[in-house]
């Protein structure tokens, strides 16, 4: 997953657009880039790495423009530190379009074809995200032909490129001298939420994310979801457009944005991350109740920090004191999604540290949101046991991940997953633990849709069923064969 924003101001825009990232920046940390667009030229900076090290003060100042897009990286496709996949991504025809993505194509062996030989066009990485740009950009240029643009020739764009492209893509593009243009997939797989506030000029400014945080934190209100396969064009000048582009929208938003990405202060697709989570904690509590007997746990413990809400609810729902045995070291970022599984391994060591007075002869019950590669709970269990912990369960508020991610999260390899060809006993062996217990699947789809009008979830990584078609063995394996590690 990465983290997008889009602005159309009455003011500057770089700052709205910068501090929109900082809030973001859990979503995504391999690079990032911000682009302005002052009339009909676009001002951009990209750079590897986190916000905060990334822009300097006069690369701010470079940024003028009232209309602008950010993105933070998590790369998917692509190499992740190399600066020219960063994002955004720019073609100068027609009028100059560039854009930022959040999600991960599916087709792109298909789509590199068409786009070199049918619409010859050269793209010149191999981010998915430069193919989205260039299909965009090819369907635009035929329906425009010669005449300037109006929000249709868009709309019919964005239609003719769900009917080409694969897979998850929320994304937001700039429009040189017109405005922005913001479309989600056909299965929604990917969030993103539209913000409004009118000044006292009475002119209205519009900011569109990924996360509803970045919409309040700015004083925004929050006016929507985007709809699956819907496109929203909002002119320089604020006017806002929407449509439709899709023959058969259905809503299949990720569950492992509520389960681990998306920050808990969010409401995505009317859902609070925040309460999906502590429902996740009860439910898991029954599921605990039904394998253990409780008077074996002398305490419940989170793994910091995205585990916290469920291990809450655990602690609550078990009547077991909650404690808080591991120290996070504030300045160490989100483990899981940094690139490569030794920067990965070496990060939980520095992350995180057992205090021994809270584990000494205790039976600890430790809740982890998701246990994914078993980088965090290998190591954790470690500390566990060299702090002086007795007996070791281990919970996770997510069921076993037996199946890659395909649509924007980076866990493509079948052979990396703990859970992958193993037993419970196996992974309880794998990781020294007295006892492992999962969430259930049925359980973590109610958690999450209680209470909401979403029928559906993209649960693939649990379930091995992939809503759009191209998600092939044959494909899953080209995947595991080529993709990042
Ligand atoms: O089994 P693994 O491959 O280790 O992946 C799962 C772990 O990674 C994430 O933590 P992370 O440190 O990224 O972020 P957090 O601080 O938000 O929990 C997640 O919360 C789990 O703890
Ligand atoms: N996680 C994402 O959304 C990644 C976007 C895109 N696939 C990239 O690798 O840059
Ligand atoms: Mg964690």
């Not at 045995?325 to 060591?349: A, C, D, E, H």
């Amino acid at each position: 997953m990465c983290g997008i924003v889009g602005v159309v101001s009455t003011d500057q825009c770089n700052q709205q657009i910068y501090d929109s990232l900082l809030l973001l920046q859990h979503r995504g940390q391999d690079s990032t880039g911000i682009a302005t667009m002052d009339g009909s030229v676009f001002h951009i900076n990209k750079s590897k790495g986190q916000v905060r090290e990334a822009y300097r003060t006069r690369d701010m100042r470079a940024l003028i423009g009232r209309s602008g897009l950010g993105h933070v990286r998590y790369a998917t496709k692509g190499a992740a530190h190399r600066e020219e996949e960063a994002q955004p991504f720019y073609v100068n025809a027609p009028y100059g379009i560039i854009l930022v993505h959040n999600g991960n194509l599916t087709n792109t062996r298909e789509l590199e074809k068409e786009l070199f030989k049918v619409d010859k066009r050269h793209t010149n990485t191999s981010s998915d995200t430069e193919m989205l740009l260039n299909v965009l950009a090819t369907e635009l240029n035929s329906e425009v032909k010669g005449k300037d643009v109006d929000p249709d020739d868009l709309f019919n764009a964005v239609k003719r490129l769900h009917s080409r492209v694969e897979g998850s893509y929320a994304s937001i593009a700039l429009i040189a001298g017109h405005g922005l243009l913001a479309f989600r997939d056909p299965f929604g797989i990917r969030p993103l939420v539209i913000g409004k506030r009118v000044k006292e000029n009475n002119k209205p400014e519009w900011v569109i994310a990924s996360e509803s945080l970045v919409i309040e934190n700015n004083d925004y209100v929050i006016v929507r979801d985007v709809e699956p396969g819907e496109a929203i064009f909002i002119t320089s000048n604020g006017e806002f457009f929407s449509k439709q582009c899709s023959d058969n929208p259905q809503l299949f938003p990720c569950s492992f944005e509520y389960v681990y990405l998306a920050r808990p202060d969010s409401i995505m697709n009317g859902i609070s991350v925040y309460e999906s989570r502590l429902r996740m904690g009860d439910l898991l509590a029954e599921t605990i109740k039904k394998q253990i007997s409780l008077g074996d746990i002398d305490v419940v413990m989170p793994i910091p920090d995205s585990s916290r809400p469920a291990a809450m609810q655990v602690a609550r729902q078990l009547g077991i004191e909650y404690r808080e045995g591991f120290f996070k070291n504030r300045y160490v970022g989100r483990t899981f999604i940094m690139p490569g599984q030794s920067l990965r391994k070496r990060s939980v060591r520095q992350k995180l540290n057992a205090m021994s007075t809270e584990f000494k002869n205790k039976n600890v019950l430790i809740v982890d949101d998701s246990v994914v590669r078993g980088t965090t709970s290998q190591q954790i269990v470690q500390m566990a046991r060299s702090a002086g912990a007795n007996k070791v369960t281990f919970t996770s508020a997510a069921p076993p991940i037996r199946y890659p991610h395909v649509y924007g999260i980076n866990m493509p390899s079948r052979n990396e997953l703990i859970a992958y060809n193993r037993d419970i006993n196996q992974i309880e062996n794998n990781l020294f633990i007295d006892k492992m217990i999962y969430q259930e699947v049925n359980d973590l789809t109610q958690a999450i849709t209680q209470n909401s009008k979403i029928k559906e979830l993209d649960l693939s990584c649990f379930t091995g069923k992939y809503i759009t078609g191209t998600v092939t063995d044959e494909y899953l394996t080209w995947v595991e064969e080529t993709s990042l590690s």
